[in-house]
């Protein structure tokens, strides 16, 4: 990395050295001797000193007229134009200057922009990181100039980079105040590589700045790519035991933390103490350089909070969206006023990341960590080939080596084209095909869950009492398979005491397993710190394993890793067959609280099996159960698991239905009905019931009479919304989970 904080200062030294340009000779024949072009450009040019016919010729514009005065019309990319002038004597003068301006657009420019946002999309979806890296290369590759493909893909990242800080914000995952501060310096370092790159370009033209961000682009990609596609490897040969002896912080990093420069001590939440701002300002610096050469800046940002400061790689890797957002910001603005922004690039490939993003986070649900990091890999070394072949283009437009053979330069294009759209192809059809099969997957349970609904349906039209336990098919007949989900934070304290408490009443078998989100991308460069997690997640399920013991229960402890926690409980649920999957609840409030974005309220939206959600302070001691039914299956479903727990608890059951207020009159006597059914089966069961119709808003209600019943568990069914669904109707039940202070058992279909 060293060296490429060199390039920028040697650029900007070589820049500064006079350089013959052809156009700008005192005695040039032409009129304008040194013309500014723009893409599609009409100008008049003039040419004296020359004898009888003259022959005009054009390397990449098209010429109109003869004689001493002709109409030059500029080609539809910006590019490095030759205009050659030979009279009847053989005497032969040229112009040479550049094409700026902005790339002119075809359909066919603008579908190959969509894809290729859409594949880039896919990648940072399906690799938990910005897919920025292949979309400089795929501008290029079509004629944008490097500078403007680095202005405009940082112009469209930014927004995306706000939108991800925020939502890993919702998970405290974000260190905002270490973002701003390397934010700061960052923006320097994002300013000061634009001047750099301007200046390039000013001296050496289009063909300067390719070379230069190509030259970059190879060098850090055979790093990164390289470590990726190591670490893909080992993950496959080696077996998936997480063992491990600890590693901590570096050596570097606890030097750091250890350095006091008075005035300068900053506290950060990521890293557990203060350090000096001196220390980030350079770290943050290089990040903005790297980003406002190539457009991607967390290659050094990452592994440097993790490496130098001493950060978790969750932390640092989510932090590093606000410090992208920061510098996206800034260096759009810098490189706009400079008229390097190409908005047209940035809103297409913005609009084609969008679908691609959404899609490539479901495809990691269905493959294997090592095939997440051999595609990121493999895309990576394909893209670093791809400019690598350009780059003796580029030195030889240049005049740095021989001049190359027009069949040479157009073979290299080619070639370097076609890798381009094999390393796109590539991921996306891995990519695509991991989502076809997961979408067959869903659908083929989703046909089976319609079949169960169908026939639980007809079961209740003919037999008018409530469904007895013995002939239930779904999973709240049983409690004895329990799932402990721990994130080590306090909101998990109350859960981990109620999953061990209800093992030991069901004489059942415990799980308890954490999640550690982790980026592939950064994971490969800081491979000890987050072994260093793992221990840390391990020591603390270990003490909640001896606190099991210490019941009489017998607990086994797991570690998983994965870019969608939510995704990795559910996996596992699925593979040990589970009951009842047992998670803490965070002290949201507001409109965080009405709409959980947390990872409980996807895994209760995606989960075949019981949910049991503990607030922190909330505990079961067998006061109350409150059960809601509405006459569905899914309020059947409630009321039995409820006769479940009530008979392990030794509770008395409080049934509820509520009347929606302009409802009343319609829906009373269905709502009596309702409950005479429920409230029978539940005395059948031996199992005292007192049962109540509430009326007002459903889950308000419920939660109002919980709280003046002294209940301790709600249980709720589902009808198991996700995404938009859950958005546009709302749910009961989430409503119900985000404000109640007692336990929740969520019995799903």
Same mark, same amino acid.
């Given at each position: 990395?060293?060296?490429?904080?060199?390039?920028?200062?040697?650029?900007?030294?070589?820049?500064?050295?006079?350089?013959? !340009?052809?156009?700008?000779?005192?005695?040039?024949?032409?009129?304008?001797?040194?013309?500014?072009?723009?893409?599609?450009?009409?100008?008049?040019?003039?040419?004296?000193?020359?004898?009888?016919?003259?022959?005009?010729?054009?390397?990449?514009?098209?010429?109109?007229?003869?004689?001493?005065?002709?109409?030059?019309?500029?080609?539809?990319?910006?590019? !490095?134009?030759?205009?050659? +002038?030979?009279?009847?004597?053989?005497?032969?003068?040229?112009?040479?200057?550049?094409?700026?301006?902005?790339?002119?657009?075809?359909?066919?420019?603008?579908?190959?922009?969509?894809?290729?946002?859409?594949?880039?999309?896919?990648?940072?979806?399906?690799?938990?990181?910005?897919?920025?890296?292949?979309?400089?290369?795929?501008?290029?590759?079509?004629? +944008?100039?490097?500078?403007?493909?680095?202005?405009?893909?940082?112009?469209?990242?930014?927004?995306?980079?706000?939108?991800?800080? *925020?939502? @890993?914000?919702?998970?405290?995952?974000?260190? =905002? %105040?270490?973002?701003?501060?390397?934010?700061?310096?960052?923006?320097?370092?994002?300013?000061?590589?634009?001047?750099?790159?301007?200046?390039?370009?000013?001296?050496?033209?289009?063909?300067?700045?390719?070379?230069?961000?190509?030259?970059?682009?190879?060098?850090?990609?055979?790093?990164?790519?390289?470590?990726?596609?190591?670490?893909?490897?080992?993950?496959?040969?080696?077996?998936?035991?997480?063992?491990?002896?600890?590693?901590? /912080?570096?050596?570097?990093?606890?030097?750091?933390?250890?350095?006091?420069?008075?005035?300068?001590?900053?506290?950060?939440?990521?890293?557990?103490?203060?350090?000096?701002?001196?220390?980030?300002?350079?770290?943050?610096?290089?990040?903005?350089?790297?980003?406002?050469?190539?457009?991607?800046?967390?290659?050094?940002?990452?592994?440097?909070?993790?490496?130098?400061?001493?950060?978790?790689?969750?932390?640092?890797?989510?932090?590093?969206?606000?410090?992208?957002?920061?510098?996206?910001?800034?260096?759009?603005?810098?490189?706009?006023?400079?008229?390097?922004?190409?908005?047209?690039?940035?809103?297409? /490939?913005?609009?084609?990341?969008?679908?691609? +993003?959404?899609?490539?986070?479901?495809?990691? #649900?269905?493959?294997?960590?090592?095939?997440?990091?051999?595609?990121?890999?493999?895309?990576?070394?394909?893209?670093?080939?791809?400019?690598?072949?350009?780059?003796?283009?580029?030195?030889? $437009?240049?005049?740095?080596?021989?001049?190359?053979?027009?069949?040479?330069?157009?073979?290299?294009?080619?070639?370097?084209?076609?890798? =381009?759209?094999?390393?796109?192809?590539?991921?996306?059809?891995?990519?695509?095909?991991?989502?076809?099969?997961?979408?067959?997957?869903?659908?083929?349970?989703?046909?089976?869950?319609?079949?169960?609904?169908?026939?639980?349906?007809?079961?209740?039209?003919?037999? $008018? #009492?409530?469904?007895?336990?013995? *002939?239930?098919?779904?999973?709240?007949? @049983?409690?004895?398979?329990?799932?402990? +989900?721990?994130?080590?934070?306090?909101?998990?304290?109350?859960?981990?005491?109620?999953? /061990?408490?209800?093992?030991?009443?069901?004489?059942?078998?415990?799980?308890?397993?954490?999640?550690?989100?982790?980026?592939?991308?950064?994971?490969?460069?800081?491979?000890?710190?987050?072994?260093?997690?793992?221990?840390?997640?391990?020591?603390?399920?270990? #003490?909640?394993?001896?606190?099991? $013991?210490?019941?009489?229960?017998?607990?086994?402890?797991?570690?998983?890793?994965?870019?969608?926690?939510?995704?990795?409980?559910?996996?596992?649920?699925?593979?040990?067959? *589970?009951?009842?999957?047992?998670?803490?609840?965070?002290?949201?409030?507001?409109?965080?609280?009405?709409?959980?974005?947390?990872? #409980?309220?996807?895994?209760?939206?995606?989960?075949?099996?019981?949910?049991?959600?503990?607030?922190?302070?909330?505990?079961?001691?067998?006061?109350? *159960?409150?059960?809601?039914?509405?006459?569905?299956?899914?309020?059947?479903?409630?009321?039995?698991?409820?006769?479940?727990?009530?008979?392990?608890?030794?509770?008395?059951? =409080?049934?509820?239905?509520?009347?929606?207020?302009?409802?009343?009159?319609?829906?009373?006597?269905?709502?009596? $009905?309702?409950?005479?059914?429920?409230?029978?089966?539940?005395?059948?069961?031996?199992?005292?019931?007192?049962? !109540?119709?509430?009326?007002?808003?459903?889950?308000?209600?419920?939660?109002?009479?919980?709280?003046? %019943?002294?209940?301790?568990?709600?249980?709720?069914?589902?009808?198991?919304?996700?995404?938009?669904?859950?958005? =546009?109707?709302?749910?009961?039940?989430? @409503?119900?989970?985000?404000?109640?202070?007692?336990?929740?058992?969520?019995?799903?279909?």
């Amino acid at each position: 990395m060293g060296l490429l904080l060199c390039l920028p200062t040697i650029g900007w030294s070589v820049a500064q050295e006079p350089q013959a !340009q052809p156009s700008t000779l005192t005695n040039s024949p032409f009129e304008p001797a040194n013309p500014k072009v723009e893409t599609l450009d009409e100008i008049m040019l003039k040419i004296s000193g020359m004898t009888g016919d003259i022959v005009w010729k054009a390397s990449k514009g098209e010429i109109l007229g003869s004689g001493n005065e002709i109409t030059y019309i500029a080609p539809g990319k910006p590019d !490095q134009e030759m205009i050659t +002038v030979t009279d009847a004597t053989g005497k032969v003068a040229t112009l040479a200057f550049e094409v700026g301006g902005f790339l002119e657009l075809h359909l066919k420019d603008i579908l190959f922009l969509f894809i290729v946002g859409f594949i880039g999309g896919l990648v940072s979806g399906f690799i938990g990181s910005g897919g920025a890296f292949v979309l400089t290369p795929a501008m290029m590759s079509m004629g +944008v100039p490097a500078i403007m493909a680095v202005a405009s893909n940082m112009c469209h990242k930014f927004p995306k980079a706000l939108v991800g800080s *925020i939502k @890993r914000a919702k998970y405290g995952q974000v260190d =905002l %105040k270490l973002g701003l501060i390397m934010g700061i310096s960052a923006e320097a370092g994002v300013l000061y590589g634009a001047s750099i790159q301007t200046q390039i370009k000013e001296a050496f033209g289009d063909v300067g700045s390719n070379l230069y961000v190509s030259f970059v682009f190879v060098v850090v990609l055979a790093i990164v790519g390289g470590y990726v596609l190591r670490d893909a490897i080992k993950i496959y040969k080696q077996s998936d035991s997480v063992g491990a002896k600890e590693h901590e /912080i570096t050596k570097l990093a606890r030097w750091v933390q250890s350095v006091n420069i008075p005035g300068t001590m900053m506290y950060f939440p990521s890293l557990g103490t203060k350090i000096s701002v001196l220390f980030t300002i350079p770290l943050g610096f290089a990040t903005g350089m790297l980003a406002a050469t190539i457009a991607v800046g967390g290659f050094i940002g990452v592994p440097a909070m993790m490496y130098v400061l001493g950060a978790p790689g969750l932390m640092a890797s989510a932090t590093e969206l606000v410090i992208a957002f920061v510098m996206g910001m800034g260096g759009t603005i810098k490189y706009a006023l400079d008229g390097f922004v190409d908005i047209r690039l940035a809103m297409v /490939i913005l609009a084609g990341s969008l679908f691609g +993003v959404q899609l490539g986070a479901i495809g990691t #649900t269905y493959v294997k960590d090592f095939m997440v990091k051999m595609v990121m890999g493999v895309i990576m070394i394909l893209v670093l080939f791809s400019r690598g072949l350009k780059v003796p283009v580029y030195l030889s $437009e240049m005049g740095e080596i021989e001049p190359l053979s027009e069949t040479t330069i157009s073979i290299l294009n080619y070639t370097s084209f076609g890798m =381009l759209i094999f390393a796109l192809a590539t991921g996306a059809i891995i990519i695509l095909y991991a989502l076809i099969k997961g979408y067959m997957k869903h659908a083929k349970e989703e046909a089976l869950a319609e079949e169960f609904s169908i026939a639980q349906a007809t079961t209740d039209e003919e037999v $008018e #009492t409530f469904p007895a336990s013995a *002939i239930q098919l779904s999973p709240t007949g @049983r409690l004895k398979n329990v799932l402990l +989900v721990s994130d080590k934070s306090e909101a998990s304290r109350g859960a981990e005491s109620e999953a /061990i408490k209800l093992v030991q009443r069901t004489d059942g078998r415990l799980s308890a397993m954490s999640v550690l989100m982790i980026n592939p991308e950064h994971e490969s460069l800081a491979r000890q710190l987050i072994e260093a997690e793992d221990n840390s997640s391990i020591a603390h399920l270990e #003490t909640v394993q001896k606190s099991a $013991e210490k019941a009489g229960v017998n607990c086994d402890i797991n570690i998983r890793h994965g870019i969608e926690i939510y995704q990795e409980i559910l996996e596992e649920a699925e593979r040990k067959q *589970i009951d009842v999957i047992v998670m803490g609840r965070r002290g949201y409030t507001g409109l965080k609280r009405l709409m959980m974005g947390s990872n #409980t309220a996807k895994v209760i939206g995606h989960a075949q099996c019981n949910i049991l959600v503990v607030p922190k302070f909330a505990k079961i001691e067998g006061k109350r *159960i409150l059960v809601a039914v509405d006459g569905s299956r899914y309020g059947d479903i409630a009321a039995n698991a409820a006769v479940k727990m009530a008979k392990y608890l030794h509770a008395p059951i =409080l049934l509820v239905s509520v009347v929606q207020s302009e409802l009343k009159e319609k829906r009373h006597i269905e709502t009596v $009905e309702i409950i005479k059914r429920v409230e029978s089966f539940i005395k059948q069961e031996g199992v005292v019931v007192e049962a !109540q119709i509430l009326s007002g808003r459903p889950a308000m209600s419920i939660i109002e009479i919980a709280e003046n %019943k002294g209940v301790d568990l709600i249980v709720v069914g589902s009808h198991g919304r996700t995404g938009l669904d859950r958005i =546009l109707m709302g749910s009961v039940s989430d @409503r119900i989970i985000g404000y109640a202070q007692c336990a929740i058992l969520v019995a799903k279909a």
